[in-house]
């Protein structure tokens, strides 16, 4: 038995801010590495070391053995947790840091190789008699082969990269004609994103739910499974919402499944926290996917339904400890929630973005609501960056509630005190969410987001007056906070519609999709109560309380608000209670040439490379037909036309690194 006193933690972001939580509480001093791009981030600043590695791009930093392990050494570290992603699925690095002396906190070497591919895995799983999705995950790869294959399973089948992860390298094929291309899709994705693009095929599941069972064993061989997670909830094949138990799954469902669990964890000698992931049909048939052989980024709902600290395990576990219970001592206490917040466009695909945060404020933690941020709390303007380098997610809201309605309305309350502006985000989808009737009757399954898309992603709503009436409140405390010029008395100085002895009245000007938005300030000077007229209607408003920055209270019609407005030339971004509204203003101070929007010019969606071109010059092309395929963020974007056209002009060649917002195509 050893004791551990010092963890070098080989990650970034939300997962290395986690896992130093445990290590802070435990007393065990914490090293962190951290790429150029990190430099100033939160995970680099909480640690009790830390140690730049390299360049930005991950395969120059966090994925080089080498310098993470020279770390290690260098501060002494007794062990390195690679949290997941990154190395934490690497069965060099897991026997590098054995080598090294260092106690890699996560499975044996062996049992991560004998989980790493998912063609292996399936190999392995099918001699220990865990059923598994009808398939093909044979060594044999050239194309005539897999399209038989495909065709012997039935269409629709599903391409998947034997190395995957994070949807990378996933197609599904309805039909036989799209067999070619698909494959060719997934291989290329697959070798950018894995280095290798080995595929199997499987039968693509009608609409199944996403059930997984956690798993934890110690070295001495008591394995026990901490019931499942259902992560149905997902977009582009990802998870964003996960939640314990599964809603309506029944006892003894739960129970085979928990067996099935710690049987595939038993066949390759599994030692720590394990997930192995389940598709599962209305008859509640569960067939095996693929086991993780690390903590997963769900893992609070677990902890909130155990009351166990799985970190705090992981390391007990890697000291050589027995686990502390049996299957008999677990008990699942009430129900668990998380939502992943990500900067990306639910509106555009869910298209991941990047940028810097220019507002955040999180909500408040309690015993029912924890917050997992890789992020800190920007409520002044100005925070961290979500990096293109990296994974797009902002910060997991995880709320606790003794049953799943108590539990989805502390997490509704959370998000509406949850506030975000710069990068777009999930944040207004994920409110949707949680306030869907389907969904709260529990009605999952991983089809739910396509399903109901159009009650989760409603068309854009016209300008209230509430939205209106505070965005101009906004405006004129804005103006208050102005630094003053050197004579700040004089009239000549005051920016607003100052004149002598009078009232001043205002007109602000706000245009959403071509139609114009008029409202009027009359106010005193030094005198809190504006009377408003939002298009010829009287508001009564007033500021009230503290207003410090970007935040201010109101009072509209004697409703009491709380809002952050944020104004950067014309553009205009207003944050109350469940609302986030972005609004065009036009400023008379701002000169922005209009936008360009709609003209029939595609942009980059994101800086990235471009690996296809489906256009030539002339070609006329159907609304929806593919254009350009940009690959960013290891992962490949369709772009595509807007409608019924023309090309006429293209302005990216294979190959070419594109910046985003550049000009790609001309279109007529
Ligand atoms: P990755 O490792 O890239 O995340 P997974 O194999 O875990 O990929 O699959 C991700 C998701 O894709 C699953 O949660 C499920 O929604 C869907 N999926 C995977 N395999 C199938 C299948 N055979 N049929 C239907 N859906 C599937």
Sequence with gaps: MTTIKKILIANRGEIACRVMRTCQRLGISTVAVYSEADAKALHAEVADEAYLIGPPAARESYLVMDKILDVAK?????????????????????????????????????????????????????????PLVPGYHGDKQDERFLSAEAEKIGYPVLIKASAGGGGKGMRVVETAKDFSEQLAGAKREAKAAFGDDHVLIEKYLANPRHVEIQVFADRQGNTVYLFERDCSI???????????????????????????????????????????????DAKENFYFMEMNTRLQVEHPVTEYITGLDLVELQIRVAEGQKLPFTQNDLKIDGHAMEVRLYAEDPANNFLPGAGQIKFLRFPLESDKVRVDAGVREAPFGQGDTISIHYDPMIAKVIAHGKDRKTCIETLKRALDETMVAGPKTNLVFLRTLLSNKAFIEGKVST??????????????????????????????????????????????????????????????????????????????????????????????????????????????????????????????TLMYGSHHEELHYLDPLSYEAEDDEGDGRLHAPMPGKVVAVRVELGSKVKKGQPLIIVEAMKMEHTITAPSDGEVLSIHARVGDQVDEKLELIAFK
């Design 74 to 130: 260098k501060t002494g570290a007794d062990a390195i947790h690679p949290g997941y992603g990154f190395l934490s699925e690497n069965e060099e690095f897991a026997e590098a840091c054995e080598k090294a002396g260092i106690i890699f906190i996560g499975p044996p070497a062996s049992a991560i190789l004998a989980m790493g591919g998912k063609s292996e895995a399936k190999a392995l799983m099918e001699k220990a008699r865990v």
């Design 234 to 280: 997902q977009r582009r094949h990802q998870k964003v919402l996960e939640e314990a138990p599964a809603p309506g799954l029944s006892e003894a469902t739960r129970e085979k499944m928990g067996a099935a669990a710690v049987a595939a964890a038993k066949a390759i000698g599994y030692v720590g926290a394990g997930t192995v992931e389940f598709l599962l």
């Design 447 to 572: 089809h739910f987001i396509k399903e109901h898309e159009k009650e989760l992603l409603p068309a854009k709503h016209a300008l209230s007056k509430e939205t209106l009436g505070l965005a101009v409140l906004g405006l004129m405390k804005e103006r208050e906070r102005m630094p003053s010029a050197p004579d700040a008395a004089s009239p000549w100085n005051d920016l607003s519609a100052w004149r002598i002895g009078g009232a001043d009245v205002e007109t602000f000007k706000f245009t959403d999709g071509g139609k114009e938005h008029i409202v009027t300030a009359t106010s005193r000077r030094g005198f809190s109560h504006p009377e408003l007229s939002v298009e010829g209607k009287k508001i009564a408003a007033a500021f009230e309380g503290s207003s410090y920055d970007l935040s201010y209270d109101a009072k509209l019609d004697g409703q009491h608000f709380n809002a952050v407005l944020l104004h950067e030339g014309r553009h205009l």
